[in-house]
């Protein structure tokens, strides 16, 4: 399995940017696919996540700026965020959850930074 994340990269406060994450490989089905973040010296954090059921979940720090959609037909989330503030400077992962024939696998992305200016 691959994911390929593009994005990223320094902003000022009140700018955009948009991640996407492409996954790819021995996928049988996807679960879950999203993003978390972390910040330094902090745990990883959800930011969004999409479901199989189109469900999607967001960290209340990010509800009303940042969006995930996605491309069912190509693996693909992305992540548009808006308003970025200077703590949502970080490392950002895709996730993926999936399905490799009966099993249920999680699987990160390298991560890519976003750094929020003030």
């Known amino acids: 399995v691959q994911l390929q994340a593009s994005g990223g990269g320094l902003v000022q406060a009140g700018g955009s940017l948009r991640l996407s994450c492409a996954a790819s490989?021995?996928?049988?089905?996807?679960?879950?696919m999203g993003w978390y973040r972390q910040h330094p010296g902090s745990q990883r954090e959800l930011v969004a996540v999409?479901?199989?059921?189109?469900?999607?979940n967001y960290a209340d720090s990010v509800k009303g700026r940042f969006t995930i959609t996605r491309d069912s037909a190509k693996n693909t989330v992305y992540l548009q965020m808006s308003s970025l503030k200077p703590e949502d400077t970080g490392v950002y992962y895709c996730?993926?959850?999936?399905?490799?024939?009966?099993?249920?696998?999680?699987?990160w992305g390298q991560g890519t930074q976003v750094t929020v200016s003030s």
């Open positions: 490989g021995s996928i049988f089905s996807i679960k879950a």
């Open positions: 999409f479901t199989r059921d189109g469900t999607t």
């Open positions: 996730y993926l959850n999936y399905y490799y024939t009966f099993e249920l696998r999680d699987y």
